[in-house]
């Protein structure tokens, strides 16, 4: 079973910095893709950032120029560093990643718990 594992969530001031992590756990072949998803109340769950296994990058229009996200293959960790944060960006957010579990199995999403991200006007 695949288990991710995030953290660093919280409360911040608008401008302020936040850094999430995320760690996967468990038994599997391979982790392709690993992202970050986010979900304010009332709204649809949506992408922030995502990064292939190569390092190739993609974010939101709303987060460009103030995320960055990273990850560790090694570690099979992620990272996303949250910069000039603003009340629009408060929402719950979701580590993502696109799992191989075995050499024979699909390829399939699992997602951690979800950490709060709180930006105070």
């Known amino acids: 079973q695949v288990q991710l594992v995030e953290s660093g969530g919280g409360w911040v001031q608008a401008g302020g910095s936040l850094r999430l992590s995320c760690a996967a756990s468990g038994r599997f072949a391979s982790i392709n893709a690993m992202g970050w998803y986010r979900q304010a109340p009332g709204k649809e769950r949506e992408l922030v950032s995502v990064v292939s296994t190569t390092g190739m990058t993609n974010y939101a229009d709303s987060v460009k120029g103030r995320f960055t996200i990273s990850r560790d293959n090694a570690k099979n960790t992620v990272l996303l560093q949250m910069n000039s944060l603003k009340p629009e960006d408060t929402a719950v957010y979701y580590c993502?990643?696109?799992?191989?579990?075995?050499?024979?199995?699909?390829?399939?999403?699992?997602w951690g718990q979800g950490t709060q991200v709180t930006v105070s006007a």
């Open positions: 993502n990643a696109d799992v191989r579990a075995s050499s024979l199995s699909f390829i399939r999403p699992y």
